[in-house]
Each structure stands twice: as structure tokens, then as C-alpha cells.
């Protein structure tokens, strides 16, 4: 099946740094990916989709300023924290979703947790 | 938007046991994916409907999507420690012309020995 990579799997930051998170597909090509948040015992909320070789589209409240997308190649998207503060831990978790494949099926990464001291 | 309630929010039960998780949206839904989450991982998919009074099977769990597609729900059979995790169910937008996904709720699946 496809597999989707993220690293890191845990990061640990001082507050006012900026965290890079990776998101892989391994073995099929992604023309889209998208970035979720999960707060402890909450469902995912999406925060942006991610288009090869076009600017980000931002969920209503992400701040696309705060949180950095880029997707240069058909294989890779990343996600930024810039200036990262405690209430930006979270659990980050990417899909992707396969090029021209059927029913849109995306597949999503292990997650990246990300705590802010 | 796309709302989506699960219910039960958590569910604990005795191995062996039947258990139902059920999925409502507030819209028709034209496609409907039910994942599994283990705590800090990523989500592993299960099954995905899209057809009124679809059901599919996968060893133990079933899922349906009712005639009106406006809800659908997830049955395990005999359950078993390996089913615990959370179950999340998942819509697309209109006939998948919009891929975002929205997230129901999310039920935690408990599994007593």
C-alpha cells in the first residue's frame, strides 16, 4: 500500500524557534497534501492543502504566516512553525493523496508531535 | 461545512463483545472514509463508502452507509485487544469534486480482557 513518512516523529523547541516538519509519500507521487492538528482527545482539524508547485490554501483561522507550506516536489511537502510558542504543541499529521488515483483515498503520515517549552 | 458526530464519544468493552460506532453528518455525504488511530500515530484507513445502503466487511468490522446517506456506522464482531484505538470517521466534500477531508468527533474504543 502507499506509505507516507513524516520526521520527526517528537521535537522538543524553545519558544521563538522555528520547527521544520517533512512529509513523505514513498512510493507514489502527490500532486496533494494536506497538513492536520490534533489536540490531545480531539479529532483532526485541517490546516491547509498543500499543492505541488503552487502557494498553500490556508483553512479559515490558520495563519499562513505562522504556519510555513511548501511543496516542491511530487514527493515532498513541508510544514514550518516559525516563532513557535507552547499553545503550537500539537500533533501534526500530513496526508497525501495519490496523483490521478481512484476515490481520492488520501493516506496519512505517522505524525510528527511537537511540544513548545 | 461538513459536521460530522460520532457516537459514542468512548466505548469500553469486554473482549468478545459486539460494538456499534455510529457516524452522523448534518449534509448528504458522497463519500465516507472510517479510519483507526492508535494514541500518537497516524491514522490507519478501513473502508470507504460511497453508495446508499453501501456496506463492506474487512474481517471483523463492517461498515454501512444508510439510504439517505446521512449516516453511516461501524460494527465490530467478537472484538478483540487489537481493535482498541480511536475510530474517526471522515467526508469529503460534494461528489468528491472538493478533496478536503472533515473529521467526525472521534470515539475511543476501550477493550477489556
Known amino acids: 500500500g502507499a506509505v507516507v513518512s513524516q520526521h520527526p516523529s517528537r521535537v522538543i523547541c524553545k519558544s521563538g524557534t522555528s520547527v521544520k516538519i517533512e512529509c513523505r509519500s514513498l512510493d507514489f507521487q502527490a500532486t496533494t497534501m494536506f497538513w492536520y492538528r490534533q489536540f490531545p482527545k480531539q479529532s483532526l482539524m485541517l490546516m491547509a492543502t498543500s499543492n505541488e508547485g503552487s502557494k498553500a490554501t490556508y483553512e479559515q483561522g490558520v495563519e499562513k504566516d505562522k504556519f510555513l507550506i511548501n511543496h516542491a516536489s511530487l514527493t515532498l511537502s513541508t510544514l514550518t512553525v516559525t516563532s513557535a510558542h507552547p499553545e503550537d504543541s500539537s500533533f501534526y499529521i500530513c496526508?497525501?493523496?495519490?496523483?490521478?488515483?481512484?476515490?481520492?483515498?488520501?493516506?496519512f503520515g505517522p505524525g510528527t508531535r511537537l511540544t513548545v517549552l | 461545512s461538513q459536521e460530522l458526530e460520532q457516537s459514542p464519544q468512548s466505548l469500553i468493552v469486554q473482549e468478545g463483545k459486539n460494538l456499534t460506532i455510529n457516524c452522523t453528518s448534518s449534509?448528504?455525504?458522497?463519500?465516507l472514509y472510517w479510519y483507526k488511530q492508535k494514541y500518537g500515530e497516524g491514522l490507519i484507513f478501513l473502508m470507504m463508502?460511497?453508495?446508499?445502503?453501501e456496506e463492506k466487511s474487512h474481517e471483523k468490522i463492517t461498515a454501512k452507509l444508510d439510504e439517505k446517506k446521512q449516516q453511516s456506522s461501524l460494527h465490530i464482531t467478537a472484538s478483540q485487544p487489537s481493535h482498541a484505538g480511536i475510530y474517526l470517521c471522515?467526508?469529503?466534500?460534494?461528489?468528491?469534486?472538493?478533496?478536503?477531508?472533515?473529521f467526525g468527533t472521534g470515539t475511543r474504543l476501550t477493550i477489556i480482557p
Open positions: 463508502l460511497q453508495k446508499g445502503g
Open positions: 496526508s497525501a493523496r495519490i496523483s490521478g488515483g481512484p476515490n481520492n483515498e488520501q493516506f
Open positions: 471522515g467526508a469529503v466534500g460534494y461528489n468528491f469534486g472538493n478533496e478536503k477531508l472533515t
Open positions: 449534509k448528504t455525504l458522497y463519500g
